[in-house]
């Protein structure tokens, strides 16, 4: 049917044209269409402004309609490292994975594990075009790293004798702060400098976003996480000498998982996606990808920052216990779940460590086994990239059925080893074994020394676990 416009009332046929019209655009809302349409034919408005209003609305249905997520026909090629000791359900998310719109390249590096089914596995090392990067590829724990610090007072003939563990086991439950604890000084964060690096926001959500992370920032500064975070008292072993080292593993804490859990959802609901799809891109160019990359960046530095408090914490502790020598030290900084602009794209590393030619890294075990201080050597296959530790072998709920008894105890009768907090997901079965995963990975890293554990500080054990 032609519809002429023009005639004074709007038929019924006409009517049912219209809708048919609206709903083939998509046009749900259709009242005020409707209501126009009652008051032409009452003679209390021009039958023109019916059309008017149609037309419009079928325009802003245009404008409004979101592009397909269309996966890539296949996976993009990636290496492997240690196919042997990775899972394949960890492959089967990872070729997902490269099939994702915007990836052009990849490696799996060998602690690789499954998070979760067609999500980024730990271990993953994902390239995208330089205008796009997925926030899901980060993750909630953005910039989660370690810090080295290693001191000058030789233990060559020093024993840790049982005054000795006592000392800085104490010193851990004093001056560090797991879970939930929150730091209790919070003028640290103030006098970090970290506020007079606070990035502009172009956007309304990067301006949401940043108030919730300023707002828990004071307290979250220089604390650890649960799961698998740490502070550590032992030595350095280069094969030379031994030295006093501190060593400690944690992210950006809540600072970082409001900005994930916003931007991967505001990430996806740019898209016409399937339904159960986790993983979407952002433009960079874009008022909102831009702030996500100056947030992200932050949040490295809160990460970075809180380390380093966290040192300065335990050793102003140490000085006041009589250790002198503290001034003469060597700090190693490394980090994992982040993404960086390179030559070849936006870089992802989730669970995996940067390795440029002649930076030092560090890849830790478990708390019953020696981490790793490595020398990148730049390989350019696997995009300059690093296992970030051992990797799972069960995981967290399957290590709770796995490991009964007490954690603690057995970490001291077979490693020597005193743990402050940590559980059966922690246990030091559940992970692969470090010398086997280094074995994979001998021509992206040159281990150069070795840190042993001693003391070893974990949140209190935890029993609920979500899938992502």
């Known amino acids: 049917m032609t519809v002429h416009k023009g005639s004074k009332m709007i038929t019924k046929e006409q009517k049912e044209e219209i809708h048919q019209r609206l709903r083939d655009a998509g046009v749900r809302k259709l009242g ?33 309609k979101k592009a397909p997520l269309v996966m ?16 394949d359900n960890a492959i089967e998310d990872m070729n997902f994975v490269m099939s994702n719109p915007h990836v052009i390249g990849g490696a799996l590096m060998p602690d690789a594990h499954r998070v979760a089914p067609k999500a980024m596995p730990v271990g993953g090392v994902v390239v995208t075009d330089p205008d796009w990067i997925y926030p899901s590829f980060v993750g909630s724990d953005i910039s989660c790293s370690l810090l080295l610090t290693t001191f000058s007072n030789e233990l060559a003939g020093e024993k840790w004798d049982k005054a000795m563990i006592d000392q800085f086991a104490y010193l851990l439950r004093q001056y560090t702060y797991f879970g939930r604890a929150m730091n209790p000084h919070q003028g640290q964060f103030h006098q970090s400098g970290l506020m007079d690096c606070v990035p502009q926001m172009q956007s309304p959500t990067g301006k949401m976003v940043l108030k919730s992370a300023l707002g828990a920032a004071p307290t979250d500064f220089a604390t650890s996480g649960d799961g698998n975070h740490f502070v550590e008292f032992g030595y350095v072993d280069d094969g030379k000498s031994r030295k006093l080292a501190i060593l400690s593993h944690f992210g950006s804490r809540y600072v970082g998982a409001v900005i994930a859990k916003e931007y991967e959802k505001f990430a996806l609901e740019q898209w ?64 994992h779940n982040f993404a960086w602009l390179t030559s070849a794209g936006w870089v992802h590393r989730k669970g995996a460590t940067p390795t440029p030619e002649g930076e030092l890294a560090i890849i830790p075990a478990t708390m019953g086994d020696r981490t790793q201080i490595v020398l990148g050597l730049g390989n350019p296959e696997v995009y300059e990239s690093a296992s970030h530790g051992a990797g799972r072998v069960y995981s967290r709920g399957q290590a709770l059925q796995q490991f009964k008894g007490d954690t603690a105890q057995y970490v001291l009768a077979n490693y020597d080893v005193t743990l402050i907090g940590g559980g059966a997901d922690e246990h030091p079965l559940a992970y692969k074994k470090i010398q086997e995963v280094m074995k994979h990975q001998s021509d992206c890293v040159r281990p150069v020394a070795e840190f042993i554990p001693k003391v070893v500080r974990m949140a209190d054990p935890r029993f609920g676990y979500g899938k992502r």
């Not at 019916?50 to 802003?60: N, R, S």
């Not at 890539?72 to 899972?87: L, T, V």
């Not at 399937?274 to 990460?303: Q, R, S």
Request: aromatic fraction near 10%.
């Open 32 to 64: 005020d269409v409707f209501n126009l349409i009652n008051s032409v034919n009452q003679g209390h408005a021009d039958e023109s402004a019916v059309w008017g209003l149609v037309d419009d609305l079928i325009t802003q249905q245009e404008k409004s």
């Open 72 to 87: 890539q026909s296949a996976p993009r090629p990636y290496i492997i490292k240690g196919e042997k000791i990775i899972g």
């Open 272 to 335: 016409e996606a399937p339904k159960g799809t986790y993983d979407a891109p952002l433009n960079v160019n874009t008022p909102e990808g831009a702030d996500y990359v100056e947030l992200m960046n932050w949040a490295g530095m809160f990460a970075e920052y809180s380390h380093r408090q966290v040192h300065k914490n335990l050793m102003y502790a140490m000085y006041e216990r009589g250790y002198r020598r503290l001034e003469e030290q060597n700090q190693v900084y490394s980090r």
